[in-house]
């Protein structure tokens, strides 16, 4: 025995699962809005590709995969239970 006291959660046996950090308000919004804004910039960006005739499937899949991924993270931040499993 040190002496000290314990004051983290390990210590006490009452072990709290923090949440990671991206997933706490505000970031998981400003990251949200971040890939939002991404996934719009991204499919704009094909489109423009597309028009030009440059680069064969790959803006298809820029115009397919950009917003999919913003949904898919803005899922993860926003909506997600990191507790739940």
């Given at each position: 025995?040190?002496?000290?006291?314990s004051t983290s959660a390990e210590g006490s046996g009452n072990a709290v699962a923090t949440r990671p950090w991206s997933t706490r308000r505000p970031q998981n919004l400003i990251l949200s809005a971040v890939l939002i804004a991404l996934g719009i910039?991204?499919?704009i960006q094909g489109v423009?590709?597309?028009g030009q005739g440059v680069g064969g499937v790959?803006?298809?899949f820029i115009i397919l995969l950009g917003p999919a991924l913003a949904v898919y993270y803005t899922w993860y931040f926003t909506i997600r239970d990191p507790e739940a499993g």
């Amino acid at each position: 025995m040190s002496g000290e006291s314990s004051t983290s959660a390990e210590g006490s046996g009452n072990a709290v699962a923090t949440r990671p950090w991206s997933t706490r308000r505000p970031q998981n919004l400003i990251l949200s809005a971040v890939l939002i804004a991404l996934g719009i910039a991204l499919a704009i960006q094909g489109v423009v590709y597309v028009g030009q005739g440059v680069g064969g499937v790959i803006p298809y899949f820029i115009i397919l995969l950009g917003p999919a991924l913003a949904v898919y993270y803005t899922w993860y931040f926003t909506i997600r239970d990191p507790e739940a499993g």
